[in-house]
């Protein structure tokens, strides 16, 4: 999966990269070659301490940008890897990898037109790694007889290499240039000797010096200097004579909209859950105007109960049309006033539907309007 990811991420920036150039005083660069010195320090992970893990690479590499933004290199490292256990100790051995690797200029595929002093490459590749020397490990392995390596190999170990990593590089238009670049390397379970099911992962970090050659440029095309304009003597232009025509224009107007929401309920029942409904039109009237309020009014209706009893269910309604409002809808409760008129006012004939919330708000919205005009402008020469 790794391998087949890394593979089609090369590709697609290969054919996005493709037609990218950077300016230059000498027009636009289009390829070069390179060689390149590289030194650095390796870590090749396990379950031990990392600092005890450190040791020295170098590296050489050869190379070509096809485009500005595109090219690939040879590139051979290696010197000695490391590898053991907190409790017995470490050993050595050496190793050399050679890998064939894509280069990705990103710099250039980000802003194509500008020359970089610092430009960041993506690096990518896949090779073989070959380690020997490893008679540290074997050594370990026969003087512990309790401790279990199964799989400390001599001789040599013949690896696959998978790499990816990014690269700091100066200037691409001068002769020298220095880098940074840091990698990670997939390599076989038992490089280091020992097998957990996983591969067995590489970490460099490098800093190089490469000398850059053949340099290629595409320049542009030089403008060809414009002919002079003839020099025409003006005649005097007849005065224009005015036209009436139509046109058309939009103007933004202002329109009111209205909310009224009305709400029943049973013989002293006050909770407004289910009406999902009606709350969210409430609620996306206040959405959409967020510059108006509304009023929630409780009612209790004249014909059962008292005037205290009534007001009490009244209240009780606002506020829990109100809260509900807020809690379940996300409604501003600032923008909600709630008011209560008992079994005073009865907005309705029918005696049981006056045991409720009505809810009231207006607002302004803008609409363009088309309209037509005749005007008089001058006439056109």
């Given amino acids: 999966m790794y391998k087949k990811t890394l593979m089609a991420a090369a590709l697609c920036l290969l054919a996005s990269g493709a037609a990218m150039a950077q300016d230059s005083e000498k027009g636009k660069l289009k ?30 590499s ?4 096809f485009s500005p933004a595109v090219g690939a290199r040879l590139h051979v490292s290696g010197w000695e890897s490391k590898s053991g256990y907190n409790d017995l100790g470490f050993y050595k051995w050496n190793y050399i990898t ?72 100066t200037d691409a238009r001068k002769p020298f240039g220095l880098s940074l670049e840091v990698a990670a390397n ?20 490098a800093l190089g010096v490469s000398f850059r050659f053949g ?49 029943f309920y049973k013989i002293r029942e006050a909770s407004a859950d289910g009406n999902k409904a009606q709350m969210e039109r409430v609620a996306k009237f206040l959405k959409d105007y967020p510059d108006t309020k509304v009023t929630v009014t409780g009612y209790a209706d004249k014909g059962t109960g008292n005037s205290k009893l009534n007001a009490k269910y009244a209240k009780q309604r606002a506020d829990q049309y109100k809260k509900e409002l807020v809690d379940n809808y996300g409604a501003d409760g600032n923008r909600i006033i ?44």
């Fill in 31 to 60: 390829s070069y070659s390179f060689v390149e010195a590289q030194g650095g320090i390796q870590l090749t992970l396990t379950d031990a301490k990392m600092d005890k893990l450190i040791t020295p690479m170098a590296a050489l």
């Fill in 62 to 65: 050869f190379g070509h940008y």
């Fill in 98 to 169: 050679t890998n064939a690797d894509l280069l990705v200029n990103l710099s250039n595929i980000i802003w194509p037109k500008k020359d970089h002093c610092l430009n960041l490459v993506f690096v990518g590749g896949v090779g073989l790694t070959t380690g020997w020397g490893n008679d540290d490990a074997n050594k370990m392995a026969a003087a512990n007889h309790g401790l279990n390596m199964p799989f400390v190999w001599d001789g040599t170990r013949l690896s696959h290499n998978i790499r990816a990593g990014l690269r700091l590089e």
């Fill in 186 to 205: 997939s390599l076989d379970d038992r490089f280091n000797s020992k097998y957990n099911n996983n591969d067995d992962w590489m970490l460099t970090a």
């Fill in 215 to 263: 340099h290629k440029y595409c320049k542009p095309a030089a403008k060809p200097a414009p002919e002079p304009a003839p020099v025409v003597k003006p005649e005097p232009a007849p005065a224009p004579k005015p036209i009436t025509k139509v046109v058309t224009r939009n103007i933004e107007k202002k329109v009111p909209v209205t909310l009224h929401e009305e709400r």
């Fill in 338 to 381: 709630t008011d209560s008129k008992g079994d005073s006012v009865q907005p309705f004939e029918d005696n049981d539907k006056n045991r409720c919330v009505i809810v009231d708000g207006s607002a302004e919205k803008t609409v363009i309007e088309t309209i037509q005009e005749t005007v008089t402008v001058p006439a056109e020469e």
